[in-house]
């Protein structure tokens, strides 16, 4: 299999992991710290999970949510639960911090929780840092690594042995870390005053009742969606591979793609001077054109009333009225030809106008087409990439 074959089968487990997150066996020492430090909680309604719901975006490392009447759940992302990492271990004190903030707000239905009401409500004007409850959070995870951790986030007092991947307890450890740091650690109740405001608190409730009921279908519609999604990644990556098109491949394409589009840029542009170069031609040449036929005529006009009045007869009156005849027949003809040079001219102008309009359209289109097959060609190696993980 190929590697964007296996980087999407992975993610459909990924995926679908998120919906099903595995259970995490809390191992006795961090629960033992968890009790010195929240001695109140209880703890038979507390459930660790490993990976975050999918709907949580990733840059998270943990979040606590209630489930049911007065379950909580506290999920980690991936790799962020370690109780052999200290930090990590402040991140658990964290998420437990909410857990007593739950259990003193007191049980609701799913989402509809008071401690979510009063959350959400907070949330509505207070930046995340500043919610009162992650205040309080964030104060005892600070305080607990603090004192739990040295100054390279070592552990000070290894409660939890970590020499495989079950540490084992160390109650002299604990009882030298309460000692040290209980007094100010040890937390029994919240000191969370809710004060966001009766307004929020009224659109908190309509917010967490909305999510209980919507929370199901939309879960439900995403599971179906992303599994869709994935799998025909999954399934156009392991063919694509198979076919043997790589990211090299792609790469060539996309590049052919901008050569021809510029190169046919250019032959657009090429055929539009051409054209204006033929249109100003056709109008030149005709312009010469007119004006030979004009001056021509004007010659034949001439000739032809010069010889009309050598043939004249040369008595009066007829004399004169031949050579007035000729007179208006030159005036005539040169009238006639003048018009018709005008016309002539008239017709070249136009003829030019046309010309000029029709080349000036024909780049347009060709330019337009160059972009509308430009842009369809970087979508598809877009695509193309994505599916086969390209970097
Ligand atoms: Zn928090």
Request: glycine share 6%.
């Amino acid at each position: 299999m190929g590697k964007a074959c296996t980087h999407w089968q992975d993610e459909i487990s990924h995926f679908n992991q998120s919906f099903f997150p595995k259970k995490i066996n809390i191992p006795e020492c961090i629960m033992a710290l968890l009790r010195a430090i929240y001695p109140t909680i209880d703890w038979s309604k507390v459930t660790f999970y490993d990976r975050l719901p999918w709907w949580v975006t990733s840059g998270t490392n943990a979040i606590t949510l209630p489930a049911g009447i007065d379950k909580i759940h506290i999920y980690f992302g991936t790799d962020e639960y370690d109780p052999c990492a200290c930090r990590k271990v402040g991140i658990i004190v964290h998420e437990s911090c909410h857990v007593l903030q739950y259990q003193q707000t007191g049980p609701g239905f799913g989402f509809a929780r008071p401690f979510m009401m009063q959350y959400l409500a907070c949330s509505l004007i207070y930046a995340y840092e500043d919610i009162p409850f992650e205040v309080e959070a964030y104060d005892i995870e600070g305080d607990f690594i603090k004192c739990y951790c040295d100054d390279k986030y070592n552990i000070r007092f290894p409660v939890c042995v970590c020499r495989d991947d079950n540490p084992t307890f160390d109650r002299v450890a604990l009882l030298d870390f309460m000692n040290n740091c209980g007094n100010s650690l040890v937390k029994t109740s919240s000191s969370v005053i809710y004060n966001c405001g009766q307004f929020n608190y009224a659109i908190g409730i309509i917010l967490s009742l909305l999510i209980t009921v919507l929370k199901p279908l939309v879960s439900l519609l995403g599971f179906v969606l992303g599994n869709i999604f994935y799998g025909i990644m999954a399934g156009l990556a392991c063919l694509f591979e198979w076919l043997g098109i790589s990211c090299a491949w792609v790469t060539k394409v996309e590049k052919q793609c901008s050569d021809w589009a510029t190169s046919t840029r250019d032959d657009c542009t090429q055929y539009r001077d051409d054209g204006y170069n033929a249109c100003s031609e056709y109008k030149d040449n005709g312009y010469n054109a007119c004006s030979e036929y004009k001056d021509n005529g004007y010659n034949a006009c001439n000739e032809y009333r010069d010889d009309g009045y050598n043939a004249c007869c040369t008595w009066w009156p007829c004399s004169w009225g031949c050579k007035a005849w000729y007179w208006v027949a030159n005036v005539v003809c040169v009238a006639w030809y003048w018009v018709a040079n005008v016309v002539c001219v008239a017709w070249y102008w136009v003829a030019n106008v046309v010309c000029v309009a029709w080349y000036w359209v024909a780049n347009v289109v060709c330019v337009a087409w160059v972009t509308v097959v430009s842009v369809v060609c970087t979508a598809f190696t877009w695509v193309l990439k994505k599916i086969l993980v390209c970097s």
